[in-house]
């Protein structure tokens, strides 16, 4: 496998500071800037008045939720949804005559930004044993060879089924079906890399794997929102819309991350005339500086806080009804919190005392409560424990289960969430896998299969001959890249199902197939007629999702329509899998009888804005856990153990990329112009280390299997806390080991790499400002 290669089309970046506002002007220029270039002014206004209504489909982009219809904009979409809409709806083509100019060993010297914006994928390639092009090959023929290969492995378990969030729930349902029906629960996705800590903590606490608001929590009803490892104007740029609306109601609204982000400035509302030529909205009341992994100490302080003031004051801080008919284990908590060494927390948190008492008196003054979260607290070692807390947090004051209040981690890409209530989970329940076998009449493997870190150790071991990832970009997303890299080239056969070329497609197995599908954004006519799919957006609201443009070439199929296709070729029509294919209704059908929630589906999913899925805890505060409470639990506050000389980096996205994908090679928002490879660094820190602000260093991670290293990067001066520091990934994902992960959730720990910085061959050279 080559070297993965350096981003040799941005090596100058400059810096000039981070910004302090979000959206605004410079929002809607950049949007039409990027959409007109990609797609040019018809397709352009044809797609984007569409996104995100009842009647077009749904943002390829982020989860977050939609206002009710009655509500919605004309332009119901961020600056980072029009770029995603318009990076899969370009007018470019990548197709034969590409790949005869290009051989895979030229491609692999090519970044991935590149790559991605050649165009969209027009036919299916294969790459043969001991091939350096990829070259033609027909539908038939592809499937045919992937179904030969399944059939040809010794065990079912020798196959892996990946998945990307941005797969619909009727293509999800169905991709699990086929692995099942072949005999393994080998489904990983992307959720194992995101928000699987969630998952884990809410299911074990709560009962319920998912967050419990609703749009109107946020808009209508919380009287404060508290916003922790999550960059909302980068990451979710939308939620920005219902913050305001929050705001300007009376919410308070406190952010707590290391890093200062204009999403937590004055949001310049591209819709209103005071964000378009007025100072917009300042959005956040206070605004916490946290440490790298300071957020369990950050929490468990605020619980400390609340004990002590009860402890003075007999009724004032808890609600001891909710706690008494509601939740177990307080007496073991409590004990513990006043246990806990406030001047410990104060370091773990790297916030003095007085901050984590003030927050806590706002907590006092407000009747509901939400705490909404992100990947800054999902990928650390700890992840598991801080969301436990956080739920502690919530149960103390009744904060779960009344309008305003709960639990929301906020998912990221448009789908994940309806992946997983579709089966996409390598350790789905006996009583999913009953109500399958009841619905299909086979009996579905009940041994759990494999994650996506222990799918890459098995195929770095010779464990695993077919690989087939449905969207998405693997090896990037993953950690340990050149570990995973050569893991995927162990297979015989490595299939991949897209809309643009990635590196994950170069990094191939003996044998290899990439195959074009539809984007969200283009029609999917079947042999029942025009059809439509459905997705679950991260407030477990349900709603249909139906294209406008026409397929970007003939050769293109939908997701749904490559799955049941594939499964025929190797089952036949055991199950009807051309019956889900020409009427993705019968696919529904099918749901509504296995997955509860979706009861008369078909009928509900046709209503404007869709339905909302049931969740007990908010519902009707009943607790599915083996006691039918809710959950107190001891979390002891931990913190990354970083010695003399070293720094923790934690991982972050530009303004210019959503996950994996690279739109351009700005952030507007931190200041950066012309490239990716930089480190954001306290200027003490860069002092204390005898670096200058630009020199080029390596990052170098101390594992307990070795050191890692990513060459290249520009030292930038930052206001991240003493000891951290910050860089984007996927560039940094090199630097995580493979078994560095949470615990529990075994989800990667990209939010908590400790680096030291070596100066780079290539010398130093400050950005200009």
């Known amino acids: 496998m080559a070297e993965r290669p350096i981003d040799t089309t941005g090596t100058d970046p400059t810096s000039s500071g981070p910004e302090r506002s979000s959206a605004g002007m410079h929002g809607i220029t950049e949007s039409v800037r990027y959409s007109m270039s990609e797609m040019g002014p018809k397709r352009s206004l044809r797609t984007l008045a569409a996104m995100n209504h009842v009647d077009g489909f749904d943002c390829p982009s982020c989860a977050w939720g939609d206002p009710d219809p009655e509500h919605r904009k004309i332009a119901e979409f961020c600056e980072n949804g029009a770029k995603a809409v318009a990076w899969e709806a370009t007018r470019k083509r990548v197709d034969a005559a590409f790949f005869a100019e290009y051989s895979v060993a030229a491609l692999r010297e090519r970044d991935g930004h590149w790559l991605e914006s050649q165009g969209r994928l027009a036919q299916p390639m294969r790459l043969a044993p001991g091939a350096t092009h990829f070259e033609p090959v027909s539908w038939q023929d592809a499937l045919a060879l992937t179904a030969d290969r399944l059939r040809g492995i010794a065990d079912p378990n020798r196959a892996v089924f990946y998945t990307s969030g941005r797969t619909s729930n009727e293509a999800a349902f169905l991709y699990q079906l086929l692995a099942r029906r072949l005999g393994t629960n080998n489904l990983p996705d992307c959720s194992n890399m995101c928000h699987e800590s969630s998952g884990a903590a809410l299911t074990e606490t709560i009962g319920v794997g998912k967050g419990l608001i609703t749009y109107a929590d946020i808009t209508d009803h919380a009287d404060l929102i508290i916003v922790v490892g999550q960059n909302p104007g980068t990451c979710h740029p939308r939620m920005l819309t219902?913050?305001?609306?929050?705001?300007?109601?009376?919410?308070?609204?406190?952010?707590?991350?290391?890093?200062?982000?204009?999403?937590?400035?004055?949001?310049?509302?591209?819709?209103?005339?005071?964000?378009?030529?007025?100072?917009?909205?300042?959005?956040?009341?206070?605004?916490?500086?946290?440490?790298?992994?300071?957020?369990?100490?950050?929490?468990?302080?605020?619980?400390?806080?609340?004990?002590?003031?009860?402890d003075a004051q007999p009724a004032s801080a808890l609600d001891h009804d909710f706690i008494d008919r509601y939740c177990d284990g307080f007496e073991a908590a409590a004990a513990a919190w006043r246990a806990l060494d406030r001047s410990r927390i104060e370091t773990m948190a790297g916030l003095p005392r007085r901050l984590i008492e003030d927050c806590a008196a706002d907590v006092l003054a407000a009747d509901s409560v939400v705490v909404c979260w992100a990947m800054g607290l999902t990928?650390?070692?700890?992840?598991?424990?801080?969301?436990?807390?956080?739920?502690?947090?919530?149960?103390?004051?009744?904060?779960?289960?009344?309008?305003?209040?709960?639990?929301?981690?906020?998912?990221?890409?448009?789908?994940?969430?309806?992946?997983?209530?579709?089966?996409?989970?390598?350790?789905?329940?006996?009583?999913?896998?009953?109500?399958?076998?009841?619905?299909?009449?086979?009996?579905?493997?009940?041994?759990?299969?494999?994650?996506?870190?222990?799918?890459?150790?098995?195929?770095?071991?010779?464990?695993?001959?077919?690989?087939?990832?449905?969207?998405?970009?693997?090896?990037?997303?993953?950690?340990?890249?050149?570990?995973?890299?050569?893991?995927?080239?162990?297979?015989?056969?490595?299939?991949?199902?897209?809309?643009?070329?990635?590196?994950t497609h170069l990094c191939h197995g003996t044998e290899a197939l990439v195959l074009p599908c539809l984007g969200r954004s283009e029609r999917d006519p079947q042999a029942s007629g025009e059809q439509f799919v459905t997705v679950e957006d991260t407030m477990a609201m349900v709603h249909s999702s139906r294209g406008r443009l026409f397929p970007g070439s003939p050769h293109l199929r939908s997701e749904v329509a490559i799955i049941a296709d594939l499964a025929y070729a190797l089952f036949g029509a055991d199950l009807g899998w051309r019956d889900m294919r020409d009427d993705y209704a019968v696919i529904r059908r099918h749901i509504e009888h296995v997955i509860p929630g979706f009861h008369a589906f078909e009928q509900r999913v046709r209503q404007p804005g869709g339905f909302m899925l049931p969740r007990a805890p908010r519902d009707s505060r009943t607790f599915p856990t083996a006691t039918g409470k809710a959950h107190f639990t001891v979390n002891p506050p931990t913190a990354t153990e970083v010695p003399p000389g070293y720094l923790l980096l934690t991982t972050v996205r530009s303004h210019d990329q959503f996950n994996t994908t690279v739109y351009g090679l700005d952030d507007r928002y931190r200041g950066i112009k012309g490239g990716r490879r930089v480190v954001f660094v306290n200027g003490d820190d860069l002092r204390a280390l005898h670096l200058h602000e630009g020199d080029r260093v390596d990052l170098v991670s101390v594992n307990a299997d070795g050191e890692r290293r990513a060459p290249g990067f520009r030292a930038v001066r930052y206001p991240t806390p003493r000891g951290c520091a910050a860089a984007y990934y996927p560039e940094t994902n090199v630097l995580v080991a493979l078994d560095s992960t949470a615990e529990t959730s075994n989800t990667p720990a990209t939010k908590s790499i400790v680096i030291r910085l070596e100066p780079s061959g290539g010398g130093a050279g400050a950005p200009r400002r």
Do not use: Y
């Open 242 to 310: 219902a913050l305001e609306q929050a705001k300007r109601r009376g919410a308070r609204i406190i952010a707590a991350n290391p890093l200062p982000e204009a999403g937590f400035g004055r949001f310049r509302n591209p819709q209103t005339v005071r964000g378009l030529i007025g100072p917009g909205t300042k959005l956040t009341d206070r605004w916490l500086p946290v440490r790298v992994n300071g957020d369990l100490a950050l929490f468990a302080g605020l619980n400390r806080a609340l004990i002590d003031r009860e």
């Open 379 to 503: 990928q650390h070692r700890n992840a598991v424990a801080t969301i436990r807390e956080i739920v502690n947090f919530l149960l103390l004051r009744g904060n779960i289960g009344r309008p305003g209040a709960g639990p929301a981690p906020i998912r990221g890409h448009s789908n994940v969430q309806g992946d997983r209530s579709m089966g996409i989970w390598e350790k789905m329940p006996d009583t999913f896998l009953d109500r399958l076998r009841d619905e299909f009449g086979f009996e579905p493997p009940r041994a759990h299969g494999l994650d996506t870190v222990d799918s890459i150790k098995a195929m770095r071991d010779g464990k695993v001959d077919v690989f087939i990832g449905l969207g998405g970009n693997f090896a990037s997303a993953t950690p340990d890249t050149e570990v995973t890299e050569a893991a995927l080239a162990n297979c015989d056969l490595t299939v991949h199902v897209a809309t643009k070329l990635n590196r």
